[in-house]
């Protein structure tokens, strides 16, 4: 086989590893199409591929072509890249700035080219410029260095991936480019460690971004599975798996509020459960926006509400449950005309039960108290 079939062939291996990716990214994104950060890391890991594609392949075979058309390839699968990562997280550059930084590689590539030509100009200014810009994006994602492993991990890698392009630029090229034709181009050091770099670390961030991507679904499922859809509150499955790391850490200090909307099948009946759902979503959010901060709210079922208190006395909780109770009873919830709304509590504590499990059995026996002798009342103790 002839050597420059070979090495062809070899050099095509980075791009089709990253092609492999595109595929992967374009999956994801086909099975969730609220992400459209996945869409876009397709499309940059395509016209990599492309841009890599053209040069390997010398298509077009003008030069000037070849160099402005692999070069807009190159700069559109970075800006994609770029934006799809920052999109993750919400950070984007926008449309306008991204076409400001497509236009300026351009503009650099076509003066170096057709004005003052110069490889080694072009060279810089395309991996320098391409550095600098992951590198940009890497610093608006410094938040994640705090953040989950594989967001860590993520932060890491597309720092490592641009900070590569400075070093590995001026020690395989310096200030002498390699000259003698596309074939020379082809064999030099700096041509050979470009591929190298780009197909093991582009194929490194592209793995963490899909493992950022597949983690990032995952939690969405784990949400799902552990939230009420009506109220958006914790279910008690997630409720449960909450409080456990709280009540490892201190459970001497834990308190439960047990909470039952008064009346509520006769609201359902008389108003229709449409209404019923209104309710129950308004008192939902009454507790989140009244509770303290760090305590945790969740529906435990029907028309019953559960609050954590990670670290409250009885009388800091009996106190949150009463503010809980009049906030209820002084709101007004569209479609029950005049009609109030008021609730039940019960409260206890772990130091009075000793285990989640009796806590939440004197919780609930303490609710009982409350809807038996009156409703819209907190008892906290035994009658």
């Known amino acids: 086989m002839p050597g420059s079939v070979v090495r062809v062939t070899l050099s095509l291996i980075g791009p089709g590893i990253i092609g492999v990716f595109g595929v992967a990214f374009l999956a994801a994104w086909s099975y969730d199409r609220r992400r459209p950060y996945l869409a876009l890391?397709?499309?940059?890991?395509?016209?990599?591929?492309?841009?890599?594609?053209?040069?390997?392949?010398?298509w077009p075979r003008d030069t000037g072509l070849n160099a402005m058309v692999s070069g807009a390839l190159y700069t559109c699968a970075v800006i994609a890249a770029v934006e799809g990562v920052l999109i993750r997280s919400s950070r984007a550059f926008g449309l306008w700035i991204d076409v400001a930084i497509f236009a300026a590689f351009s503009l650099a590539l076509y003066y170096f080219?057709?004005?003052?030509?110069?490889?080694?100009?072009?060279?810089?200014?395309?991996?320098?410029?391409?550095?600098?810009?992951?590198c940009v994006a890497a610093l608006r994602l410094a938040h994640l260095r705090h953040g989950r492993v594989v967001d860590r991990i993520l932060f890491w890698t597309l720092l490592l991936f641009g900070l590569h392009f400075f070093p590995r630029t001026v020690f395989t090229v310096g200030v002498s480019p390699p000259s003698g034709g596309p074939l020379v181009f082809a064999d030099?050091?700096?041509?050979?460690?470009?591929?190298?770099?780009?197909?093991?670390?582009?194929?490194?961030?592209?793995?963490?971004i899909l493992a950022a991507a597949v983690s990032d679904l995952i939690d969405d499922l784990r949400r799902e599975r552990d939230l009420d859809h009506l109220t958006g509150l914790l279910n008690r499955r997630g409720f449960e798996e909450e409080i456990a790391a709280p009540m490892r850490r201190a459970p001497e200090g834990a308190s439960l509020i047990l909470c039952d909307v008064d009346h509520f099948k006769s609201i359902?009946?008389?108003?229709?459960?449409?209404?019923?759902?209104?309710?129950?979503?308004?008192?939902?959010?009454?507790?989140?926006?009244t509770a303290r901060k760090g305590d945790l709210v969740g529906r435990w079922g029907g028309e019953e509400f559960a609050v954590f208190l990670p670290d409250a006395s009885l009388s800091d909780a009996t106190e949150c449950a009463e503010r809980l109770r009049q906030t209820i009873a002084?709101?007004?919830?569209?479609?029950?005309?005049?009609?109030?709304?008021?609730?039940?509590?019960?409260?206890?504590?772990?130091?009075?039960?000793?285990?989640?499990?009796?806590?939440?059995?004197?919780?609930?026996s303490r609710l009982y108290l409350a809807k038996a002798s009156g409703r819209d009342r907190t008892v906290d103790r035994g009658m």
């Open 41 to 58: 890391l397709a499309a940059a890991c395509a016209l990599f591929a492309l841009g890599a594609s053209s040069q390997i392949l010398y």
């Open 113 to 134: 080219f057709y004005v003052d030509r110069s490889l080694l100009a072009r060279i810089y200014v395309q991996n320098f410029g391409y550095g600098l810009l992951l």
């Open 188 to 208: 030099s050091v700096f041509w050979q460690t470009l591929q190298l770099s780009l197909a093991v670390l582009g194929a490194a961030l592209a793995m963490a």
């Open 268 to 289: 359902n009946d008389t108003f229709g459960h449409d209404v019923g759902d209104v309710v129950l979503k308004e008192i939902g959010a009454i507790l989140r926006k």
């Open 330 to 364: 002084n709101s007004r919830i569209p479609g029950l005309d005049t009609r109030p709304v008021t609730a039940s509590f019960g409260v206890a504590t772990i130091r009075e039960a000793g285990d989640w499990t009796a806590l939440y059995k004197l919780a609930d």
